[in-house]
């Protein structure tokens, strides 16, 4: 079996390479290539990835090039994990839009529009390479924003699932709480990726008692820390939203706090420094605790589960991803990208059926499922006009005042990344 990571220069990739070596059995890598122009951080990563192979006893070879064509050939599977502009763009979407009073952010308002522009010309280009490679290859994707570049390949007609870290964090903080195994978690995970709320949590699998009452009543304080929301809207709710619903229900508040500090990216930035030097210590023959703090928890486990799943091995029957709708939400198109939980196989990822939404949550999926619509479209064709619809429809900006000015930032910012700007 051979797998690829495109964006495997990530000081993150040790992350990814630990899990592979872990769960082995669940995923038996015969060649791991990890692909990314950045040839300098390619060989500290890389290097590390041997070293996390050899002491863990994987026997496993790993290739590391800067070739795409040449990485992908004969891949079972690719796993995109990308950021176009590298930190210091992410820096910019998370400041600029503050300037006008709206929240800076990678994935979501203005700043998650930016890096959806920027990032889906080049997956559909590397998607194309994978398709004249090997057309039979599965395509994760774990790339944000994980729902619109998701939808992108899929509209191409590439065999690709989604993939985010949040439904398998709730399942092991809860796992936690409530003193069972992880297996036994199965979650009523239903929205769109970055915009979900936990309806259920189950024991023992989709048919399961649902213990989510249970849970909030006797861990409800530490769920609520999570998710930097108060205890009471929490309880008021009773279902728990994912973090990124702080940035929808508690938008001005958050505005504020993030003008307050340093941006997300440059804390990542500086432990990337960190990160690196330590990669190219020839005796570091693990990941180092600093990477824990880098993010995306649990996020290899979920790429081996998914991998195995879709290349027939052992992997878990069901599991949150990133797909089309085809009916399971009944408010929107079937080609819309949901998160929901999915029978996964050799197949592909198959929604199963989930609870009515309420209105309240089905208002806003409705919403952000038509500002990713038109995100698209501006990411495909390009143009100012393009851009400026998406930005008026999300409702984290929604007023024309705003989005006039948010789009000129976005394109000032963004020229070099943009062929048609």
């Not at 605790?289 to 928890?297: D, H, S, T, V």
Request: proline residues 6%; charged residues 25%; hydrophobic residues 45%.
């Amino acid at each position: 079996m051979k797998l690829a990571v495109v964006g495997g220069g990530s000081t993150y990739t040790p992350e990814l390479i630990d899990g592979f070596a872990r769960l082995r059995d669940t995923l038996p890598i015969e060649e791991l290539v990890l692909v990314d122009p950045a040839a300098d951080r390619l060989e500290l990563v890389g290097g590390l990835a041997r070293r996390i192979f050899a002491k863990q006893g994987h026997p496993g070879v790993i290739r590391t090039t800067s070739d795409v064509d040449a990485g992908v050939a004969d891949a079972d599977a690719v796993l995109l994990q990308l950021r176009i502009g590298g930190q210091a763009a992410r820096n910019q979407d998370e400041t600029w839009p503050l300037e006008c009073g709206c929240v800076g952010q990678e994935t979501t308002g203005a700043g998650g529009l930016a890096k959806a522009l920027r990032t889906v010309p080049v997956v559909l280009d590397i998607a194309e390479r994978v398709r004249r490679a090997n057309p039979d290859a599965w395509i994760i994707d774990f790339t944000n924003p994980v729902g619109i570049v998701t939808r992108a390949l899929l509209q191409a007609g590439h065999k690709a699932v989604g993939l985010c870290n949040v439904a398998i964090g709730f399942q092991r903080k809860f796992a936690k709480l409530l003193d069972v195994q992880p297996s036994q978690v199965h979650l009523d995970h239903v929205g769109l990726n970055h915009l979900t709320w936990e309806l259920g949590v189950r024991l023992g699998g989709p048919e399961g008692e649902n213990v989510l009452p249970r849970l909030l009543a006797e861990h409800g304080d530490a769920v609520a820390d999570d998710l930097h929301m108060p205890r009471a809207i929490v309880d008021r709710l009773g279902v728990v939203p994912s973090y990124y619903l702080r940035y929808y229900y508690q938008h001005d508040a958050v505005v504020r706090e993030l003008r307050t500090k340093p941006s997300r990216a440059a804390q990542v930035a500086e432990m990337e420094r960190e990160l690196l030097k330590m990669y190219g210590d020839p005796t570091l023959d693990e990941k180092p605790e600093l990477l824990a703090k880098r993010g995306g928890a649990f996020y290899s486990e979920a790429a081996v589960d998914l991998a195995a799943s879709l290349l027939g091995g052992g992997g878990s029957p069901y599991q949150v991803v990133n797909t089309y709708n085809n009916g399971t939400l009944p408010f929107l198109p079937d080609d819309a990208v949901i998160e929901v939980q999915a029978a996964v196989d050799g197949k592909g990822a198959r929604p199963l059926p989930v609870p009515r939404l309420d209105p309240l949550y089905a208002g806003l999926v409705a919403n952000v499922t038509a500002y990713e619509d038109l995100a698209l479209e501006a990411a495909l064709r390009g143009g100012r006009d393009r851009v400026f619809k998406a930005l008026l429809a999300h409702p984290l900006v929604g007023q024309i005042e705003y989005a006039e000015q948010l789009t000129d930032q976005l394109i000032a910012h963004n020229r070099e990344h943009l062929a048609w700007a």
